[in-house]
């Protein structure tokens, strides 16, 4: 099970392949249930969701006791996968629809991913600051980073690279980034991973001001 993220994360360790075993099994579980994730996409889980999630790692390796907001979480995406690559790392997983934030936890404790905790609500109640905000494919770029500006820790520098925000997105982003300038960083995940899914994907990186 999950050959493809075997072969591109060759080092993990017991603990992570029983928590992805975990994970794997527990989201078409839930799914059957509660529509985390598009029925027509659940067969595609390895590569589209939690390989996809996971293309964050390769572009930044988190410091322990890095702080990471994902907004907009679902049901545990990006964040997830990230939590069991990073177990030194703490991740708040921010979302408006509480049975989406159900599946997150219910899979995150069965799993044994103790380094995350559920917020339930508005980005705008969210007090604490982090290292970094993370988001799936949630909003354009123009919008998030207004609402996320404030969270952002700038007393702090724990990482190789700024603090700032990491999105995962597809397509053709010219016209999203284009108020960002030379702010903002693309990088094609195409370039980590050679599954077609990757072809038109992109990870987007701006640096906090």
Known sequence: MYDTIRKYFPSL??????Q???IMRLYPEWNEKINVISRKDIDNLEINHVLHSMAI?????FTPRTQ?????TGGGFPAIPLAILFPDVNFLLVDRIAKKLRVANDVAIHAGIDNIAIFHGDIKEVKSTFDFVVSRAVMPLPDMEPLV????????QLNSMPNGIICLKGGDLT???AP????????NISSYFSEPFF????IVYLASI
């Open 68 to 72: 990471v907001l994902d907004l907009g």
């Open 149 to 156: 500006r404030r969270l952002i820790n700038r007393k702090r």
């Open 180 to 187: 960002f300038k030379k702010r903002v960083l693309v990088d």
């Open 20 to 22: 992805l075993d975990t």
């Open 175 to 177: 016209a999203e980034l």
């Open 199 to 202: 072809d038109t994907k992109h």
């Open 57 to 61: 790692a390769k572009f930044i390796t």
């Open 13 to 18: 360790t017991e603990m992570q392949h029983l």
